[in-house]
């Protein structure tokens, strides 16, 4: 299995991950003409793709979403509160887009994608968990959470590569230039997940399958790849975590990272 992730952070989410010649996008944040050429740098084509799964409504998750249905006939999943609150609901009449119900799986050709509820200020938010059923190579994608959950936790405990939220350091956030209402948002419970935060869920998931922690969705108002990093990595010293921690980009691609559950992942691009 391999894992890009094709740009995070408040401006758009996107990330892809493959099993042969299946090829599954979560989320579609940015539009057409972004993804064409982020996947094409790659030597992926757009009508290569086989299905997008989009976590919730917000614009920088599900911006592209309908554009791409209609440009390249992109089965769109999603939950029912997701369609109701996005364009999605334009793609119900065309059968463009298919109900997915939090703590399902949906099956494809060679992947199997379970959902999971996770506590954001959505109306029907998920986070994923990516298995390929050949190797049973698991990877969990979770982009915006406010708190770690039980159910989140639970989710992401058992993988060999997580994609998961760092979105700001604290100190920045509340001496920052945010409006008092948008700080309060940002680190409320249904917000986004601080470094603090980020670091304790995966200093608490560290197994010995676990090689590889993605750091998505960095403000670049209220963090930096650094400090996000170098938060993480002090968390993890004294565990048995031996893998590595790359931060993700808004405006590049990072990746393919290549997972399987019986091998240590290799990593092709690190950037930092």
Wanted: proline letters at 4%; one cysteine or more.
């Amino acid at each position: 299995m391999r894992l890009w992730t094709l740009g995070s952070g408040s401006r758009g989410n996107a990330t892809l991950v493959e099993s042969g010649e299946c090829r599954l996008l979560i989320d579609v944040g940015f539009g057409p003409r972004t993804l064409q050429k982020r996947m094409e740098a790659h030597g992926i084509v757009p009508q290569s793709i086989e299905a997008c799964v989009v976590t919730h409504e917000h614009s920088d998750h599900v911006r592209g979403a309908t554009r791409c249905a209609r440009r390249w006939g992109w089965p769109m999943f999603a939950t029912e509160g997701t369609i109701t609150e996005s364009r999605l609901h334009r793609l119900v009449p065309t059968g463009g887009v298919t109900t997915a119900v939090a703590g399902s799986t949906i099956s494809f050709t060679a992947l199997d994608v379970t959902t999971f509820r996770t506590p954001h200020d959505a109306l029907d938010p998920i986070g994923v968990v990516v298995t390929e059923r050949l190797t049973g190579a698991r990877v969990a994608v979770c982009t915006d959470v406010g708190h770690v959950s039980h159910t989140l936790r639970h989710a992401v405990r058992d993988v060999d590569l997580l994609v998961i939220e760092s979105n700001h350091d604290e100190d920045m956030l509340w001496n920052g230039s945010y409006t008092p209402w948008l700080k309060r948002r940002i680190a409320g419970s249904e917000g986004h997940l601080s470094n603090r935060a980020c670091a304790q869920l995966v200093k608490d998931s560290v197994t010995p399958r676990l090689r590889q922690v993605v750091l998505a969705h960095l403000s670049e108002e209220n963090n930096t790849p650094r400090v996000a990093f170098d938060n993480m990595r002090a968390a993890l010293r004294g565990t048995g975590f031996r893998g590595a921690v790359i931060p993700a980009a808004q405006d590049e691609t990072l990746g393919p990272f290549i997972v399987s559950a019986s091998q240590w992942p290799e990593q092709l691009t690190l950037g930092l």
